[in-house]
DNA sequence: TCGTAGGTAAAACGGGCGTTTGAATGCTAC
DNA sequence: GTAGCATTCAAACGCCCGTTTTACCTACGA
């Protein structure tokens, strides 16, 4: 059968993201996302070796290509001379913004990706620490740059609060229905711009 | 034997709410939840009838109280006649803060409810609603009163990202050690300052 | 003292879980 | 064409799930 036009694996992992974002990790079983990938049970121990594995490979995927452009437009910025913080966080939030509005299944993993975040996953932490740990740090050591006020602690806070408010808004992009008139091109940039003013305002507070 | 000074009802509340925040609501099971609470496996069925009806009772221990505390400071800080943002925000973040750091089992449930944030449960998301629902109103309002420069919709989508960002970080705070040197008191204090900084230069964005 | 109601206990219910097995199939290179 | 490999498949593995059942204990009012 498998008359489908992509492979078993990109099957297995599109349908896991799906029923991951709706259902959660202990809640979506391997029976559900082989049936919903039209797939044996089977296939996801023979290509993927386990459930957990599974789970890191869902987040590879996007997350490759997402910290790639994120670190594309973070050089960028860098590379204009008046760069503020604003364009700093546009570098961290449209790469993830477009992924969330994406017609594919990048809005399920905006909403994956949040609750990674709530979960405090150690093994989870763990992966993405080793992999992308830093695209973080990059970030990190640009905003500090720019907010040489705050003392290494408060930073550390701000941004910690930065990125859990940005992870939970973007995954509520997905969801929530833009109003009748609006383009979805116009949408993503009002929710680009409401999200970047707010966080650099934070950012910024005395 | 039930020698404990709790309740056997107490007992699986204050079980399934450690559990619910260390592994989720579908990675909890009510096997874990009973031998944790020291009580037979039965009694979750026939103290609650069902696990779903133990989550929503699991909220409703703690948010009366929350509530309670918010709605009474909200009134508090409206009786002042020059209430402003900031006072709004800590009337919202204080109680939340103080049951994160509490040394009962509060910090467990802030976890908790950052999960269920997340996981835009639809059964639970009406409970908390129909429930709590005219809180958030009621925090509507004077925010609405004091940002009389914000349409509606933007409104909305900042009280929104603020209370999923408040949220997230209120959580983390249970997570997060303070520094030595600090006492609790200090840490809580310095932490709603954060919070209350970085929400109110959020909403007052332009 | 007995009957009864409220609570606890152990055991079992049917079913779903992640994983493994071994045979059947498709595909490529010789 | 056939050997060899990668993939798919149905079936089963043992285990844990939420829930129910049935019996037993205990306390208290009649």
């Given amino acids: 059968m498998n008359s489908q036009h992509f492979s078993t694996k990109e099957r297995i992992l599109g349908a896991a993201e799906q029923l991951f974002a709706r259902l959660g990790f202990a809640g979506a079983s391997l029976r559900q996302v082989t049936a919903a990938a039209n797939v044996n049970l089977a296939a996801v121990n023979y290509h993927f070796g386990s459930k957990e594995n599974l789970i890191n490979e869902v987040f590879r995927r996007r997350l490759d290509e997402l910290n790639a452009h994120r670190l594309q437009a973070l050089d960028q910025a860098l590379a204009r001379p008046g760069a503020g913080l604003e364009d700093l966080l546009a570098a961290f939030i449209h790469p993830a913004l477009d992924l969330s509005l994406d017609r594919g299944g990048g809005g399920a993993f905006v909403r994956v990706l949040a609750r990674a975040y709530a979960e405090h996953n150690d093994a989870l932490r763990k992966f993405?620490?080793?992999?992308?740990?830093?695209?973080?740090?990059?970030?990190?050591?640009?905003?500090?740059?720019?907010?040489?006020?705050l003392d290494k602690e408060e930073l550390y806070w701000r941004l910690d609060i930065v990125a859990g408010a940005l992870t939970y808004a973007m995954a509520d992009f997905g969801v929530i229905k833009r109003k009748s008139?609006?383009?979805?091109?116009?949408?993503?940039?009002?929710?680009?711009?409401?999200?970047?003013?707010?966080?650099?305002a934070g950012l910024r507070a005395p």
Same sequence: chains 1, 2.
């Fill in 128 to 149: 993405l620490s080793d992999n992308y740990g830093h695209v973080m740090k990059r970030f990190h050591a640009a905003f500090a740059q720019r907010l040489p006020d």
């Fill in 181 to 200: 008139g609006v383009t979805e091109q116009q949408h993503r940039e009002r929710s680009a711009e409401h999200l970047i003013r707010f966080a650099a």
